[in-house]
Structures are given as structure tokens and as C-alpha cells.
């Protein structure tokens, strides 16, 4: 699809979206006699407007959100005498109105998830790539290679409805799995099943799993500088067709040719820009690039009263020491995490703006065979500052005497804030040594470093991934099924909204996590690609969502205004206007503050790398 094309598309969408929403308002408050004074698309300044008997229609500039003002929202307002005014209805049709536009969301979701299959759109099959041997999956015997067809009875469609399925339920919940297979020497694909298996949610991971993941395609969707693939000259999204003559058509494919093939030259067929070519790759003139260390773990998301809360864990913490091991690497500190039962002592030497927190609290009991919970999660800490996390004995840092918790302010006189920065430098002139100034602790220190540059043996592309394997969905041109289609997504998709939401409330994930209109736009865009249907699918899933956050309770949303609906039928009579009005500014001010924040990192995202450090960022 043409970039104008889809720009049209994304305003069409976004402005069905909000002006179904609106109309549920709209149709519901025409239904009980309301009176109707304005009903407006879009914020902001008005485009155009025009007056319709009582009511006066608007488009308006900005095309985010829109209203419907109704006479009489409280008694106290100048229409509140109004026999048509919403105050002077029922409770009962009051909340009708304000959760008629939710209504309308979940609605539009159901028509829009039932059309796009008819359409038809690129999924993810629910095809197996790889098995965790240690998880629930992989003991029950699931195999790379098997395709889902159904989960207690419920048919599968796509990989990510093997995942709603799982999230769906508290760990510990027992599944019923049935899978398609093809053994070797066989051309016919058997039915075969697996009863009890049993998800597990591990210190760590977001969401319940059983351990499998979904086919990924041989097109590289991102490489590390300096890696030996950047080095063999290829490129992101350039698709691998071939190894040495032998057809490759997923990444696990092409892992497994090059792991099992003779060390030495081989010769990839690649399609770039439409075109293919072989791109011969000789080992020998590689070199892999070795920093010698690695950024500090850091706290991410902190689960209120969680025992790491409890114990004074906070996000952006960094863990300069566990269980007495200094500075551990990211998998160190993983595997040490989720080897402790629960119970057990967990003792956490913290790094927080240059002072050191030493910590100790106990892992908790989950029910539903959930396992234990410490309550937070972590990753690598590329932000400021740029620090030193765990050094390899004898590697480059160990040689240039740094030491772990040191942090590099500046590399070759260029100023130093974040981890990509670091390695963007050294690995500038790789062959070069860097002069770096360090502060440890409190003093300031040179110190001269050169990235270690070992001979690569083998060519097996380790510093590269590959791109989620999208096939075309069958149509679904039964009514029937594409209803039934349709109702079920829309209930996956609720579920997952509400879980998303609670895990930010309570710290599990980061709201690093969090995006925005210029975020939406953005993934609209590129989801846009990929054909009208898929972009149907997308756009039924930000109905869901739109219509989930807007019955949130809290003010200013539509929740907020049936809260104070049930609030004032408790109380029998309704909040004063004061009242109303303070909370309603509050409301308004934390949305504001919520909008610029995800906006100001939907747009940090966008900024290239260069530009943001040119400004300091």
C-alpha cells in the first residue's frame, strides 16, 4: 500500500473509532430524552460546524478523542433545571449513557475482528519454533515444528491466540493441547495430544507460559555494530533464501545450516529491494569485536507491596551484588533469582545514585502452583549513567584496569550518558585504542582500552535476529465462524487490556513500556504494510482498548462519570459542583501529564541516535 494510502487509512480509522464511541453517547442519550447540545469530532479549534435542531455538529483540528455535551450533567449547572437534562434521569439511564460509548467500542471491536479475516490478513501461525526443555511444554514432549489446532477445545488460529489463551488463566492452570505433527519418514501430519500441560510464571516474566515460541523467518530484523554479519556486509531486512545451495526458509533453518556446515567460506542467496544475489562470506577475514564487560542488571518494574518493596527496592536500582556475587551478569542473575524456592533469602547489594543499599527479604508463596515471587523485574541498564556492570578476567576492560560499578564519562573526548553510546565509540575505530575518563567513586581517572578482536572461526550469526514469521490467514467466509471469530477476540483482547493495565498500576511493567497517539500512529503505519486486512485487525484491537481505558474509574473518563453516578445514588443526593469540578481538573491535569509523558517517549523513540546525543539526550 502507498504512503498516502495509508496516512488516509490511519485518519479514517482513528476517526471511526472515536466517532462510534461518540455516537453510543449520542444515540443512548437521544433514547431517554436528553437533551443534546453539541456533539464534536476531534479537539481543539473548530474545522467546521453546522446546527441540526437542537444539536450543534463540529469537526475539529486536533483528531484525538472528541464529545457529546448533554444538558443538565448536575443540578446545579445553568441547564440543571432542564426537565430533559441527564441529572433529572434515572440512575440507571444515567450510567446507560456514559457506558454506551464503551459499549459502542467493544462493538466496533466485534465487526472489525469478524471482517478482517474475510479480508484477509497476515498472522503469526500457531506453528512451534523453539521449546524451553525446562518448562512445562517441553517435559510434556511439544516439539519444534508442531502446529497448535487447538487448546481445551477451543480452536487456534494464530500463535498469538496460544498466548491470550495461556495469559488468560492464573498460572498453574492445566491445558488440554492438541497439536498437528509430521514425523520423519512421513509426508501426512497426525493429531496428537497433550493433557495437564501446565503453565508457569518464573521471577521475571510478565505472564504465565508453558515454554514455546513462536517461527521466525530468515530476514534480519536488527544486527549489533560491528558484527561479524555488518562486517560480511549484510543488511536489515535482507532476506536469506539460501545456505551454500541448501533452501532455507526459517531462522532456525538457517542457525542450524551454518552450526552443522563446515567451517569455512559459504555463500548466502539473500533477496535485498526486490532483487536476489549471493553474498559470499569468508570467516577468516571477520573478526569478533569483545568489549570484556557488560552493563550493570537494573531494577525495572517494583510490584507494590511486594517483598522487594517492602524491602526497600526501587526501580532504576542497580544490583551491584547478589547473594554475594559483585556486579552478576544478566544471566547469572536471572539463574540465580529462580533457582531460590520460595522462602528463601534474597540479599541484593544495591547501586542508587552512587551510594550502596544492602537489602534481604524473603520470596513469597504463590498460589496456583505460580511458584515464588520476589516482585520485580529487571534487564541491562543502558541509561544513565553509563556504567561498568561485570568484567571478563583478562579480557579488554580487565586489561585496561576498569573495574566494575566504574563509570565512563567520556570516550576519545566525546561525552558519555548511556551504554549504546560506550560501545557506539569503541567500536568506532575498533582497531584503535580509546582514551577513556572514568569516575570511581569519587575520583575522576583516565584509563586507555582496546576492544579485543579474536579471529572468527565460523560464520554462525549470533549478533543478529530474525523477523516473526508472517504467513496469509485462510479467509473466513462463513458467517458463522467469522461471528464467533470476531466475539472471541474481542473477549482475548479485554483480558489482556484489563492484565496489561493492572501491571502497570502495580509496578510489574516498566511504563517504559507505555506509548502514545505518536506511538499508535506510528505501529498503524507499519502494520498498514501489510495489507488492509491486517490493519483491520490492528484497528479492532485499539478499539478494545480505547473502550477498556474509558471505563476505567477515574475522572475525567467514562468511568469516572458512573462513579460519581453511584456515589451520588448512595448518597441520595448528588456531589456538589465544587467537588465535581476540583476532581474533574485534577483528572484532567494527571491525563495531560500522562499524555505528554508517553508522547515525550513515543517521540524519543523516533529521534535518531545521533541527534539525540548531539542534544545531550
Known sequence: ????????????????????????????????????????????????????????????????????????????????????????????????????GVVMNGVLAIVLFTVAPMVGMLTVPPVIGGVAPDRDAGKAGLKAGDRIVSIDGQPIESFQDILNTIIARPAGSRFTIVVQRTEPGSTEPKEVVFDGVASKREEGDDWPKIGIGPEYEPKISGMALRSPEEQAGLKENDLILAVNGQPVSKWSQLTRALEEGAAGPVVLRIRRGGKEQDL???????????????????????????????????????????????????????KTIRAGEAGSTVRLALWRDGERVDVAFQKEVLPNNEGSRIGFTWGLAAGRPAQIGNIDPGGAAD??????????????????????????????????????????????LTATYQVEAAPLKRFIMEQSAGSPLLVTAPRNFNPVKAVTHGLRQTYQKIGLAYASIRQLSTGEVSTETMGGPVRIIQIAYEIGTYGLGTAINFWAMLSVFVGVLNFLPIPPFDGGHVLFVMIDAVKGKPVSMKTRQVVWLVGWAMVGLLFIFVTYQDVGRLVPEGILRWLGG
Open 1 to 100: 500500500m502507498s504512503t498516502a494510502i495509508i496516512i488516509v487509512e490511519i485518519a479514517v480509522a482513528l476517526g471511526l473509532i472515536i466517532f462510534v464511541h461518540e455516537c453510543g453517547h449520542f444515540f443512548s442519550a437521544k433514547l431517554f430524552g436528553v437533551r443534546v447540545n453539541r456533539f464534536a469530532l476531534g479537539m481543539g479549534p473548530i474545522i467546521v460546524k453546522w446546527q441540526r435542531g437542537e444539536t450543534e455538529y463540529s469537526l475539529r483540528w486536533i483528531p484525538v478523542g472528541g464529545f457529546v455535551d448533554l444538558a443538565g450533567e448536575h443540578p446545579t449547572a445553568e441547564d440543571g433545571a432542564d426537565p430533559r437534562g441527564l441529572c433529572n434521569k434515572p440512575a440507571w439511564q444515567k450510567i446507560v449513557v456514559f457506558s454506551a
Open 399 to 444: 586489561l585496561a584496569r576498569l573495574m566494575p560499578g566504574d563509570i565512563v564519562l567520556q570516550a576519545n573526548d566525546k561525552k558519555v550518558s548511556k551504554w549504546p553510546y560506550l560501545r557506539e565509540d569503541l567500536l568506532e575505530a575498533p582497531d584503535k585504542p580509546s582514551l577513556l575518563q572514568i569516575q570511581r567513586g569519587q575520583t575522576t
Open 280 to 334: 559470499p562470506i569468508d570467516p577468516a577475514k571477520l573478526k569478533d569485536y569483545k568489549l570484556g564487560m557488560v552493563p550493570p542488571v537494573i531494577i525495572g518494574g517494583v510490584q507494590k507491596n511486594g517483598p522487594a518493596a517492602k524491602a526497600g527496592v526501587k526501580a532504576g536500582d542497580r544490583a551491584a551484588a547478589l547473594n554475594d556475587e559483585p556486579w552478576p551478569t544478566l544471566e547469572q542473575f536471572t
